[in-house]
């Protein structure tokens, strides 16, 4: 079992995870930024491309529900997430229920407002996400939210709104479709451009649902999510069918855990689902930061540092994504350095 483990793992990370390691420099002498070399995101049938016209991927980091694991939400752990773990994008969940923007509007905005603007002064992407599963009952305050982001970032090329999380199992063309259409009507006074997603059904799952039936809107992508140690080839076969529709997915959400969070990891799926990715040039972020102590958060439970985590503070979760991340993104850190 132990040789098939390791086996496992050296494909999907093809690098060792045992050395407890940091980049002992991270602070990069860089010449333009990831958003300076993208610029602005659109859509061109099922892929995002970049200001060039260009298929881009982009991976990193979702925070975890803004609610409880707002500790995360600050400058210092964005800044370590692009240097150390080479995250070209950061998703900021911000909770809705249980807690969150309903109760405290002012404070969860702040929490947001703290993000985007690390992420522009970092430049990389920041997903504003509306983390809700119950959105359609919540359309007014979406508007007023996104109005407001709109209003005061649609200058900004790394903006990205998640307009609705993980929708339940409910329709797509009678209660989902025409939520979105409202909040992107709000979006688009401000912002006519920057990327939107849009969930799906079933958890962002059923994106097959969009099939004949998009949005008649601009520069609109629809959310695909997924957890390897749950989901398997019947979910896999949903995105194929829509990619081969020219539908535009976005994987704003996945983890190596169970659905749950918790549970434990399947590296072979978890292999399996890598590969979709890379295949299709599928932009993604993982979840979660968070210490939390479930199969899907990055750090140890034990840990209170906001930076500069050890390998040996990681989950095994946070292990294997650091890595990955590092290595499919580092290539293009490495072109914007200095000469």
Aim: one cysteine or more; a negative charge.
């Amino acid at each position: 079992m132990k040789i098939n483990f390791v086996l496992i793992i050296s494909i999907f990370l093809s690098v060792a995870c045992s050395k407890d390691k940091t980049i002992n420099n991270p602070d990069p002498i860089i010449s333009k930024t990831i958003v300076e070399k993208f610029g602005k995101l659109s859509t061109d049938g099922s892929r995002i491309v970049d200001k060039e016209g260009n298929s881009v991927r982009l991976s990193g980091m979702s925070l975890f529900w803004s609610q409880w694991g707002g500790r995360y939400y600050n400058y210092e752990t964005i800044k370590w997430l692009r240097d150390d773990w080479k995250c070209t994008i950061i998703r900021v969940a911000m909770g809705i229920e249980n807690g969150g923007y309903l109760e405290n509007p002012e404070l969860e905005l702040q929490k947001v407002k703290i993000i985007i603007d690390a992420c522009i002064e970092l430049g990389i992407y920041v997903v504003v996400d509306w983390h809700d599963h119950k959105a359609e009952e919540h359309v007014q305050q979406a508007e007023s939210f996104f109005s407001l982001i709109s209003s005061q970032y649609s200058k900004h090329p790394n903006i990205i709104y998640e307009i609705y999380n993980e929708p339940l199992q409910v329709s797509w063309k009678n209660v989902i479709k025409p939520y979105s259409e409202r909040v992107i009507k709000s979006i688009r006074k401000n912002d006519p451009e920057n990327l939107i997603i849009v969930g799906t059904p079933n958890w962002s799952q059923d994106v097959e649902n969009v099939i004949g039936n998009q949005i008649d809107a601009k520069n609109i992508a629809y959310s695909f999510h997924f957890y390897s140690s749950t989901h398997k080839q019947p979910i896999r076969d949903k995105a194929n069918k829509a990619i081969a529709a020219k539908i535009p997915l976005f994987v704003s959400e996945w983890g190596v855990s169970e659905a749950s969070g918790a549970g434990n990891i399947d590296l072979t799926e978890t292999n399996l689902w890598t590969a979709f990715l890379e295949q299709n040039n599928l932009s993604w972020c993982n979840w979660s930061i968070t210490n939390k102590n479930e199969t899907s958060a990055a750090i140890l439970p034990s840990i209170s540092a906001l930076s500069g985590w050890k390998e040996s503070e990681l989950s095994q979760s946070g292990k294997m994504i650091r890595d990955y991340i590092i290595r499919i993104n580092g290539p293009i850190f490495e072109s914007l350095m200095a000469n």
